[in-house]
């Protein structure tokens, strides 16, 4: 894969980096995206009609039976080449921020140590009423539910669903490195879902350095500085070999 030199100077001269990851990331490490069909006893649902706060208090114990499938699913995956290569750009000496709308948790497992969860994590639980955090030991109601140990009101997962806002401080952080990041990186996101979807053309519209990696044409290309066409596991640690022969831990 070639490279302008002019992405690899930029790339080398970033003192803060921020990467935008989409389901394409985990995707590569097995984990269904959320848009791809229901499978086995889910193929006569849509994720629209399961995920919202509407279809939990209607019926929150099949949405927790869905939730709990979906973590199934996600259990044994792991990072893979594009999750290391991300996670490997905190050895240049930038400041690096993930921002993902991925909720697998992956980005952490492969090293990543500053990741902002714009939709929240698969794994974590959040009480329906008070908001506060299950703390993995939930005491169940007769019917098998969990519930909170604060208020008894019932737990669900720590994700955002249709209809909701994104949680206010990652927002407000996602925003702040979209116009302070000298590289911005769009990976593997279809950019449908709003608001997060409009962060790469924030740092466009700040004259930032953007970089499109995506096998798929999307919206963002015309606003990236630079595209690269392929999977993010193939596109990531060439860019990072190509930038940093020796490695990015070379970096002066």
Avoid at 92 to 110: F, I, P, S
Avoid at 220 to 244: E, I, Y
């Amino acid at each position: 894969m070639h490279f302008a030199p002019e992405l690899l100077d930029a790339l080398r001269q970033a003192r803060v980096i921020a990467v935008f990851t989409g389901a394409g990331v985990s995707a590569e490490s097995g984990v269904p995206t959320f848009r791809d069909a229901q499978t086995g006893l889910w193929a006569r649902y849509r994720a629209e009609e399961l995920a919202t706060p509407a279809a939990f208090r209607r019926d929150p114990q099949t949405v927790w039976k869905w939730y709990e499938w979906r973590r199934d699913l996600m259990r044994n995956a792991l990072p893979n080449p594009a999750h290391l290569a991300i996670a490997s750009l905190e050895k240049t000496g930038a400041e690096v921020t993930v921002l993902t709308q991925n909720v697998d948790g992956l980005h952490r497992k492969a090293g990543s140590t500053d990741v902002v969860e714009l939709h929240g994590n698969i794994w974590d639980d959040l009480c329906l009423e008070c908001r506060a955090p299950g703390d993995g030991d939930a005491p169940r109601d007769g019917a098998g539910l969990p519930r909170c140990t604060h208020c008894g009101g019932l737990l669900r997962p720590g994700v955002v669903w249709f209809g909701e806002s994104l949680p206010e401080q990652a927002w407000q952080r996602a925003a702040e490195l979209a116009g302070k990041a000298d590289v911005f990186f769009c990976i593997g996101t279809s950019s449908l879902v709003e608001p997060a979807a409009s962060l790469p053309l924030q740092a466009h519209d700040s004259g930032k350095t953007v970089i499109q990696v995506n096998p798929e044409a999307t919206r963002h290309d015309a606003s990236a500085s630079f595209v690269l066409r392929g999977k993010a596991g193939a596109a990531m640690p060439a860019l990072l070999r190509a930038a940093w022969p020796g490695g990015p831990a070379s970096s002066p």
